[in-house]
């Protein structure tokens, strides 16, 4: 299942990381939702929805519920992901920038990698 979205987070990040996990945990929140939708049409998904996130830090700190010094301006409200987690719901999976399909709508590419991740998508051009 695909859902796509745009908006403006309603969160300022003060690190990169911060900004990560604030669209990881969008991310989820979506993926939750989805998944109850399926739940409630008699389509319940038995296995773990998979998050890919292009930032190594953020997935380390979604994983370990040690306080780390780096963390502690972050909302707390941000922290349900480790417990979706430890549920088996979600799972925050590694996937480096140049394989980030969803840049097709955030970023301008060069044509050959535009080309590339819209045939991905299956979406033709012209």
Known sequence: MFYW???KQEIV???TVEAKF???TAAVNQ?????KILFDL????KQSTEIHVDNQVAIAISNNPVFHGKTKHFNIKLFFV???QKNGDIILCYCKSDNQIAYVFTKPLPVSKFEDFTAKLGVCSI
Do not use: P, Y
């Open 13 to 15: 990040a003060q690190s």
């Open 22 to 24: 604030i669209v990881a």
């Open 42 to 45: 008699n389509l319940e998904q």
């Open 82 to 84: 480790r417990e979706v």
């Open 31 to 35: 993926a939750l939702w989805l998944r």
């Open 5 to 7: 979205s745009s908006k």
